[in-house]
């Protein structure tokens, strides 16, 4: 094998590995939530907590939590201002990990009491599984995040190496 080729080889590798690694811290960061969040609640009560200036997610869990497209959370923020947003929407790319669902994602500023009620939206009353809203922009987030940018990027150099090194053969 050329060296070339095995310094490719080893770049793919190397990103495969990181990128993996990257899943995982994402798994990793929802799968610890229910014992590192800033407040929890069953499904259709409230959850207050003061907040920080920074960005929120809300996770659902519990064996019998409702599908994600059937939530719809109140978040009244400490500026006095209220949204609503349906599970999936926005920024938050819905996923159910080992019993741990992303439902939404949002920005709070800074103060208390911010609340957070979230409810099954076609059984209103149901008190199934469990809501937890973590902080979305902890250091899992950024090595989750920068651990997949590095793991693609290794991944396309390692490819592109021999095809590079094939063209200016061939030329």
């Known amino acids: 094998m050329k060296p070339g080729a095995r310094l490719a080889a080893s770049l793919v590798s190397l990103g495969v590995v990181v990128f993996v690694g990257a899943l995982v811290a994402s798994w990793a960061q929802d799968a610890i939530a229910p014992w590192r969040n800033v407040g929890e ?7 207050t907590f003061h907040a920080a200036d920074t960005t929120y997610r809300v996770l659902a869990s519990g064996p019998n939590h409702p599908k994600v497209d059937r939530i719809g959370c109140d978040i009244n923020l400490s ?3 209220t949204q609503r947003i349906l599970g999936g929407e926005g920024s938050v790319a819905p996923n159910d990990r080992f019993g741990v669902s992303r439902v ?16 099954d939206r076609l059984s209103p009353r149901s008190t199934a599984g469990r809501m937890q809203v973590v902080d979305a922009s902890g250091a899992m987030s950024s090595v989750a995040l920068v651990g997949g940018l590095i793991g693609t990027a290794l991944v396309l150099v390692g490819i592109g190496m021999p095809m590079l090194a094939a063209r200016r053969a061939s030329g």
């Open 41 to 47: 609640a069953e499904t259709g009560s409230p959850i």
């Open 79 to 81: 500026d006095g201002t």
């Open 104 to 119: 939404i994602e949002f920005e709070a500023p800074a103060g208390a009491p911010t609340t957070v009620r979230c409810e």
